[in-house]
T-cell receptor, first 113, second 111 residues
Framework: EAGVTQFPSHSVIEKGQTVTLRCDPI?????LYWYRRVMGKEIKFLLH????????ESGMPNNRFLAERTGGTYSTLKVQPAELEDSGVYFC???????????FGSGTRLTVV | GQQLNQSPQSMFIQEGEDVSMNCTSS?????WLWYKQEPGEGPVLLIA?????ELTSNGRLTAQFGITRKDSFLNISASIPSDVGIYFC???????????FGTGTRLKVLA
């Protein structure tokens, strides 16, 4: 089966610009998660979708971040306007059941300059 | 918030040596996961643990779910150059679907 796909793999934007990250989970996986790793630190939870519904968005840093999963398939994470501290690697993951470990995508490395 | 203390932060070892790393938490977890991340890739699940005291192997890798439910250990036996990468532990408490990750152990193997 195809894995979790993320696009783009890298993005360099200026402070104040908008960036949209996309994640295509494994087909049939209702659970989709966004995580972020800031340089050298732990991988931190952002939010969890079950199909198109936000199950838990307690990790979203602030209202500059907007995640959507229309139709319960792929998901987008928009950062608007981007700030320097938003730089990091954004990972998407999916799972068939919530009691399973996740399958991660390769991540999007976001650099805000 | 909840934190996982993962140690060591980095290790340089000779090929053929055994490796041990661990994670500890102040919280009680009901699931522990161990992941490996290689450059340019996302973390790949190595071992999942679901019961206190559980000992699970995946090839040369062995992980244990601590009996206090606040820690977990990962051992790699007879390391080889392709073991290079960052190893992350992740734990989950009951009543939540999200995992908390450790800061990672960067492993380098010298041939």
């Amino acid at each position: 089966e195809a894995g979790v796909t993320q696009f783009p793999s890298h993005s360099v934007i200026e402070k104040g610009q908008t960036v949209t990250l996309r994640c295509d989970p494994i087909s049939g996986h209702d659970n989709l998660y966004w995580y972020r790793r800031v340089m050298g630190k732990e991988i931190k939870f952002l939010l969890h979708f079950v199909k198109e519904s936000k199950q838990d968005e307690s990790g979203m840093p602030n209202n500059r971040f907007l995640a959507e999963r229309t139709g319960g398939t792929y998901s987008t994470l928009k950062v608007q306007p981007a700030e320097l501290e938003d730089s990091g690697v954004y990972f998407c993951a999916s799972s068939l059941r919530t009691d399973q470990g996740y399958t991660f995508g390769s991540g999007t490395r976001l650099t805000v300059v | 918030g909840q934190q996982l203390n993962q140690s060591p932060q980095s290790m340089f070892i000779q090929e053929g040596e055994d490796v041990s790393m661990n994670c500890t938490s102040s919280s009680i977890f009901n699931t522990w996961l161990w992941y490996k991340q290689e450059p340019g890739e996302g973390p790949v699940l190595l071992i999942a643990l679901y019961k206190a005291g559980e000992l699970t192997s995946n090839g040369r890798l062995t992980a244990q779910f601590g009996i206090t439910r606040k820690d977990s250990f990962l051992n790699i036996s007879a390391s080889i150059p392709s073991d290079v990468g960052i190893y992350f532990c992740a734990g989950r408490t009951s009543g939540t679907y999200k995992y908390i990750f450790g800061t990672g152990t960067r492993l380098k193997v010298l041939a």
